[in-house]
């Protein structure tokens, strides 16, 4: 089976908001909080209502939505929830993208 086919039989729809505006097409993939090793990513932000901690996440995604090519301000939604997208990276096999990993946190507005 393909990593592909795998992503959409079990992972979750979402889709990838540019900054100008338009929306892609539904995709497949994988979002999983990431475990706080040290407390690395650990910090909040203070909004009117008070102090907001903002979560960390592990995505993995298929290749066609490749998030290292996306404009710094691109947004991935997925399940009513917007995530900021902070680092992304190519994962290879045979020299072939694999699927994207990236690093991303819930935008806090």
Same mark, same amino acid.
């Given at each position: =089976?393909?990593?592909?086919?795998?992503m959409?039989?079990?992972?979750?729809? =979402?889709?990838?908001?540019?900054?100008?505006?338009?929306?892609?097409?539904a995709?497949?993939?994988?979002?999983? !909080?990431?475990?706080y090793?040290?407390? =690395?990513?650990?910090?909040?932000v203070?909004? !009117?209502?008070?102090?907001?901690?903002?979560?960390?996440?592990?995505?993995?995604?298929?290749?066609a939505?490749?998030l290292?090519? =996306? !404009?710094?301000?691109?947004?991935?939604?997925?399940d009513?929830?917007?995530?900021?997208?902070?680092?992304?990276?190519k994962?290879?096999q045979?020299?072939?993208?694999?699927?994207?990993?990236?690093?991303?946190?819930?935008?806090?507005?």
């Amino acid at each position: =089976m393909k990593i592909e086919q795998l992503m959409k039989r079990y992972g979750r729809e =979402m889709k990838l908001s540019l900054p100008s505006g338009d929306t892609s097409k539904a995709f497949f993939g994988f979002i999983q !909080p990431l475990r706080y090793k040290n407390k =690395m990513y650990l910090f909040g932000v203070n909004t !009117p209502i008070g102090y907001n901690c903002q979560g960390y996440y592990l995505y993995i995604g298929p290749s066609a939505h490749d998030l290292t090519l =996306m !404009p710094q301000d691109t947004r991935l939604c997925a399940d009513g929830v917007e995530y900021q997208i902070d680092r992304a990276e190519k994962v290879y096999q045979n020299g072939k993208v694999f699927y994207i990993w990236a690093v991303i946190r819930t935008v806090v507005l």
